[in-house]
Structure formats: structure tokens, C-alpha cells
């Protein structure tokens, strides 16, 4: 980073940058295509931690990847808080799967 002109007080740390938990989930629907009303009601079930049948935590959506009524749709989900991914949890006929989880903690020698 020399020369930007911040002077010598770089405080460089080993991390991903995505924060201390990111995780990538697939959105599919059972039957049929979804609708972007269904996905609007499962971001805001997500990011209340409202679901239909299990328990879950409150999370933070940071991005959403693909293409209305096309499987899967993606999120990324930010923070260690649980997430259901039994199908219908959140929204009728809508499954929920991990696909990818980012944990800086991990991967910095943590837990």
C-alpha cells in the first residue's frame, strides 16, 4: 500500500473481508416458478426471523444473485445466526439449502 498517502500505520490482518460469517444459500421452489413476491417474503422472513414451522435467528441479507421464477436463486447471508432450511420454513413450497459458508474466525485458526 505504499505511496496512497495514509503514512506507515497499516494495520494488515489475515481475513476473507466478508465480514466474521458470510454464507451463500440456494433458493429453489418445489413446484412450479417463484415469484418475486415469494422472494420478498422470504428476505423479510429471513431478516425478522419469522418462520412458518421451525425456529430461526434474524439475519442480514447483503446480496441476492439470479433471476426471478429461474432456480436457484441465491442470498448471501451475514452473521452466525440460524437459519432453517427445512422446506416451506419460511415461505410455502420454498427450500432453503447452504451452499457455501465463509467463517473468517475459522479460517484464522478460531472456532
Request: charged share 15%; aromatic share 6%.
Amino acid at each position: 500500500m505504499a505511496g496512497i498517502g495514509f503514512g506507515t500505520n497499516y494495520d494488515v490482518k489475515v481475513g476473507n473481508g466478508l465480514g466474521p460469517q458470510t454464507r451463500i444459500y440456494s433458493v429453489n421452489k418445489g413446484t412450479g416458478d417463484h415469484t418475486q413476491s415469494e422472494l420478498d417474503s422470504l428476505v423479510q422472513a429471513m431478516t425478522s426471523g419469522t418462520t412458518l414451522a421451525n425456529s430461526a435467528d434474524a439475519v442480514t441479507i447483503a446480496g441476492v444473485a439470479g433471476t426471478v421464477g429461474t432456480d436457484p436463486v441465491y442470498l448471501a447471508v451475514q452473521g452466525t445466526g440460524t437459519v432453517a432450511t427445512t422446506a416451506g420454513d419460511y415461505v410455502a413450497d420454498i427450500t432453503v439449502a447452504l451452499v457455501a459458508d465463509f467463517n473468517d474466525d475459522a479460517q484464522n485458526g478460531g472456532a
